[in-house]
């Protein structure tokens, strides 16, 4: 169904191809998961198969990308709508209507499709995605996932064959990404349709996948089945982490499958003492009665919660039950309609933007809101003076997250993963007493995570009041000393991390999973307790 020859392609000015010498193929019907590192070309890849890069990006393409037999040489991406169906990172950023089902029968309104089989098609794809209660609602009202399974479904009316999909799990809870999986493997197992996926969160859809791709720093990419290809991966999930550790055989690529190798383990590992968390320093950042309201929807209820020094909170919860409105009411520059907050003590008024700012930073889930001049360079510079830092302190964060970005990028032409990485020096550079962090990880491959832990925890061993909105439960086992869980605006459960994502049926990372009942959280704890390598 999908077929690339020999394919390279380059950039204007870049020092090297983003993708080359290209050589696979994907039959009808299979679920392809695209895994590499941060800016190792996935979304170029992507972008060729519908023929959008580098027709629509610039660049020069050699060889050949096939897709149900035309060659995206011969043909615009309009002439392909009818068999490819690309779903970007943020749905909304693709939506044309206002409610779910004029948007559905959009794209065949473009394409003249008869009133009767429109009506027909419409209805058939509320069904299949499990959203016919949804049809009259506005897009806006609906969650994440709802969001997801609507852009699919939009390209899926036109008759789309071959779904395109990059990072569509990477802002979703476990929750909402599950829903979306499970009607993409639908889709694949009931009526054929082939899916190609790009995901840096690979513990979410590897155990699913067909087929692996694996695409790595210099653009070239391996082909072959994931039991296979995934132990010689760069990037891999804590399950394969462990197997690979542990030297288990086959190599597991699924919390059943690393269960039934771990009775050992689990046994082992019932002797021998949790490690301890760090201990807070100091009072950090303490809130009282927050409450934020739009219109009607009270978006946050009377939260009483606390950051302490020394110490990274994780803020869990659904999509939409009011992280990142507690957040930004933290910092100032938000909504907030009722209570207090101090940090180190100090009373602050959301007012005073200029006297938070003096204690705090932010990194919102946006990261191009904070990067606003034209190179890397220009941004690392104006970070380094702002902080009144030494020269290279933000390079040298920016490296140690996502190797490789040249410091005349523009940061409008770098990834997802690559501008987030860029916003996350700048911000860090500055050295905070209390640092507020909204989904950091979204494009982040496990090495440049690693990299974040690392900042994040030699931060909070300074003295900062760190927390950490997130939906990546891998992320939270590694860096969290403490989780709060948030649902329709309230705190439902605060208390350690080990306490909170060790015994929560939705927010368990894969390790915990693994050797439940107990309550290990990552591979790095694991091995260190079995006195081995680190992880």
Not at 235 to 256: C, H, K, M, N, Y
């Amino acid at each position: 169904m999908i077929e690339f020859q020999q394919v390279t392609i380059r950039y204007p000015d870049a020092p090297a191809p983003a993708i080359q010498d290209v050589n696979f193929k994907i039959a009808e019907g299979e679920f392809a998961l695209l895994a590499g590192p941060t800016g190792s070309g996935k979304s170029t890849l992507l972008g060729a198969v519908n023929s959008l890069v580098p027709r629509f990006t610039g660049g020069i393409m050699s060889g050949r990308v096939t897709v149900a037999g035309l060659d995206t040489r011969d043909h615009v991406p309009r002439e392909l709508a009818h068999i490819v169906g690309r779903v970007g990172q943020d749905p909304l950023a693709g939506f044309v209507i206002d409610t779910v089902e004029r948007e559905l029968a959009y794209s065949m309104e473009q394409l003249a499709f008869p009133p009767a089989k429109m009506r027909t098609r419409v209805e058939e794809t509320l069904d299949l995605l499990s959203i016919a209660e949804l049809r009259d609602r506005p897009l806006l009202s609906l969650s994440g996932g709802q969001q997801q399974r609507v852009a699919i479904g939009s390209v899926l009316t036109a008759g789309a064959r071959v779904l395109v999909l990059d990072e569509p799990t990477s802002a979703l809870d476990p929750t909402s990404a599950e829903e979306v999986l499970a009607a993409l493997l639908r889709l694949v197992h009931d009526l054929g349709v082939t899916v190609l996926i790009a995901e840096h969160r690979l513990e979410r859809v590897l155990e699913y996948a067909d087929r692996l791709l694996l695409i790595d720093r210099d653009g070239q990419v391996a082909s072959g089945a994931p039991s296979e290809l995934i132990s010689r991966s760069p990037v891999a999930p804590p399950v394969v982490q462990l197997g690979d550790a542990l030297g288990w055989e086959p190599i597991p690529v699924s919390v059943r499958d690393a269960r039934r190798l771990a009775p050992a383990l689990r046994e082992s590992l019932a002797q021998v003492a949790y490690p301890p968390s760090s201990a807070p320093t100091g009072e950090g950042l303490v809130a009282s009665g927050i409450e934020v309201d739009y219109g009607e929807l009270r978006a946050v209820r009377e939260v009483d919660v606390e950051f302490p020094a020394g110490q990274v909170t994780v803020l869990l919860g659904r999509n939409g039950s009011g992280k990142s409105s507690l957040l930004w009411a933290l910092t100032g520059a938000g909504k907030l309609d009722a209570g207090r907050f101090s940090i180190h003590g100090e009373v602050l008024s959301s007012a005073s933007l200029k006297q938070i700012r003096g204690h705090l930073r932010m990194v919102p889930q946006t990261a191009a809101d904070l990067l606003y001049l034209d190179s890397v360079a220009a941004e690392c510079h104006q970070a380094d003076t702002a902080a009144a830092v030494g020269s290279g302190t933000c390079r040298a964060l920016l490296d140690a997250l996502a190797p490789g970005i040249g410091d005349e990028q523009n940061p409008r032409d770098l990834s997802e993963g690559q501008r987030l990485a860029l916003a996350l020096a700048v911000q860090l550079s500055s050295d905070p007493q209390v640092l507020l962090l909204d989904e950091p990880t979204r494009g982040l491959d496990y090495q440049g995570k690693a990299a974040l832990v690392a900042h994040l925890r030699g931060l909070a061993l300074a003295g900062c009041a760190i927390c950490v909105a997130t939906h990546d439960v891998e992320f939270a086992a590694l860096v969290a000393d403490r989780a709060v869980v948030m649902a329709g605006g309230e705190v439902i459960a605060a208390g350690s991390a080990r306490e909170v994502l060790g015994s929560s049926a939705i927010f368990s990372p894969q390790v915990a999973r693994v050797l439940a009942p107990l309550e290990w959280l990552s591979v790095t704890e694991v091995l260190t307790a079995l006195g081995g390598p680190d992880a």
